[in-house]
């Protein structure tokens, strides 16, 4: 599935065509290969913050060249600004001061970063000037162009100096290419702390990663990246599906598990297959899900409880089925996929839409009760280029695509690519969160 007009604008009468109507000209994404480094360029390092001490050490351990100042001529991939010591409105010109000279001196697809402490956890000026950092960072999302994102992590100060490595490997990478514009949590809701990765090559060796409706899109890319990080993936889907689903576990050497979620015995089947063959779960995706639009006044009731007991009510069965049980081994890792549909709402998608804010309210409801190390985040993906999106009409799709910082559609490989991130051993301290994978989409901004 292609963006028609990515490869239009590549043409010399669609060059001509931008240029002279002003349509935008969505730069071509870097995705991460195996084998490449996280960051292909120099990160340069602002700020004087609680943890611009221990970010060198954090970087080196992830291998990314990093420094202070950038010598003449030289351009860099990200930059890094740790705002944490900013306590009053007046010191926000630091940010000013730091970004401004560098902002012409970036390579394509470049990452900024800003770190600060939540809000929350400061008071008077300080949790002034620690809020203004939002708002900062978004704008800077949508001017940094060519490809490039921006983000704000808020780190407590609680979380150990490691905590954050994982994020930073994502943030910086071309992992992220689709997420921009948002607001990353570490160590808060009493996750404080990350497990060693020892391998950032393979940081899930020996884990056992559930994914459901693997078979195809977003699902099929979430195994494969799970896979390639080194995950034993079960990957389930409904009989409908159990062909293609098998024919993917066998090229992942993974296991297969063919059911309907929606059924009443799902949650006890899938407990006790995973701890019959595998003895528990590391990582749980709740990617199953399915769209029944209409708008409310012509919804049939069929089309309702169909999303809501697929997108919803399965995945909080299942997941409390799971814990319930302690099939969820120490350290692991629940992901739910929501939509920017469950944050902005959509005509034609109440049922959808509620489904999908339910998965963020899963989320909320679980993220200060859990224990033994086990976290709970999830993905909003905003509009991805899959078999689901390919049913919108030709017109919407091509608007769709267009509204967001990117100008242009994600790919599944980005929401797998932001799981993968929740999934590492190395995101013990990320929890609660709810980040969106949508190019920074203008619904619900
Ligand atoms: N594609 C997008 O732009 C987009 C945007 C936001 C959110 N999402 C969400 O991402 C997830 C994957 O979307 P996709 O685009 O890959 O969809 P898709 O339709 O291509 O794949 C969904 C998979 O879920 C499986 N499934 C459906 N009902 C099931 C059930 N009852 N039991 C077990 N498996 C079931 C399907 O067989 C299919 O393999 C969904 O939750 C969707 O809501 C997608």
């Known amino acids: 599935m292609s963006d028609r007009y990515q490869g239009f604008v590549s043409t010399p009468i669609g060059k001509l065509l931008v240029k002279n109507l002003g349509l935008p000209s969505p730069t071509p994404l870097e995705r991460w290969r195996e084998g490449a480094p996280l960051v292909d360029g120099p990160v340069v390092l602002g700020g004087h913050g609680r943890l611009a001490a221990s970010l060198r050490g954090v970087l ?38 730091f970004f401004t000279p560098l902002m012409r001196r970036l390579r394509t697809c470049p990452r900024l970063v800003v770190l600060g402490t939540p809000p929350e956890q400061v008071a008077g000026s300080e949790r002034v000037a620690q809020r203004a950092l939002e708002g900062f960072t978004r704008s800077l999302a ?34 992220s290419a689709y997420v921009s514009g948002q607001v990353v949590r570490i160590g808060t809701h009493g996750a404080t702390t990350a497990d060693p990765v020892t391998d ?56 297969h598990l063919v059911l309907d979620i929606t059924a009443k015995d799902a949650p006890q089947r899938i407990a006790h297959h995973l701890r019959e063959h595998h003895g528990g779960v590391d990582v749980v995706v709740h990617n199953a899900g399915i769209t029944r639009d209409r708008r409310l006044a012509n919804m049939a009731d069929d089309r309702w409880s169909s999303v809501v007991a697929v997108n919803l009510s399965a995945p909080e069965r299942i997941t409390r089925e799971l814990l319930d ?55 909003a993906p905003g509009f991805i280029i899959t078999q689901m999106t390919a049913a919108v009409p030709f017109a919407t799709r091509e608007v769709g695509q267009r509204l967001n910082s990117l100008s242009q559609g994600g790919l599944p490989v980005d929401v797998a690519e932001t799981i993968a991130w929740f999934a590492s051993p190395g995101s013990g301290a990320v929890n609660g969160n709810v980040v969106r994978v949508c190019g920074q989409m203008m619904l619900g901004a």
Do not use: C, M
């Not at 992830?62 to 944490?84: I, M």
């Not at 001017?143 to 905590?163: K, W």
């Not at 469950?342 to 049922?351: D, E, L, R, Y």
């Open 60 to 97: 080196d351990g992830l291998d990314v060249d990093s420094r202070t100042d950038l010598p003449e001529g030289e351009r860099a991939k990200a930059l890094v600004f740790d705002a944490t010591a900013i306590t009053d409105s007046a010191g926000l010109v630091a940010l000013q001061q």
């Open 200 to 255: 950032w090559a393979r940081p899930l060796e020996g884990k056992v990663a559930l994914v459901t409706g693997a078979s195809r899109g977003i699902g099929e890319e979430i195994a494969r990246v799970l896979h390639r990080d080194g995950a034993t993936v079960v990957g389930l889907d409904v009989p409908q599906a159990a062909s293609e689903l098998q024919a993917l576990v066998r090229e992942l050497d993974g296991d």
């Open 325 to 379: 049980q302690g099939v969820v081994n120490p350290g692991g890792r629940i992901v739910g996929v929501a939509s920017i549909a469950g944050i902005a709402g959509n005509v034609g998608q109440t049922n959808y839409a509620a489904s999908k804010a339910g998965v963020i309210g899963l989320v909320e409801s679980l993220r200060d009760d859990l224990s033994d190390g086990i976290t709970v985040n999830a993905v």
């Open 142 to 175: 949508k001017e940094v162009g060519r490809g490039g994102t921006a983000q704000l992590v808020h780190v407590s100060p609680d979380a150990t100096d490691d905590a954050i490595a994982s994020t930073l490997a994502f943030l910086l990478s071309p992992k």
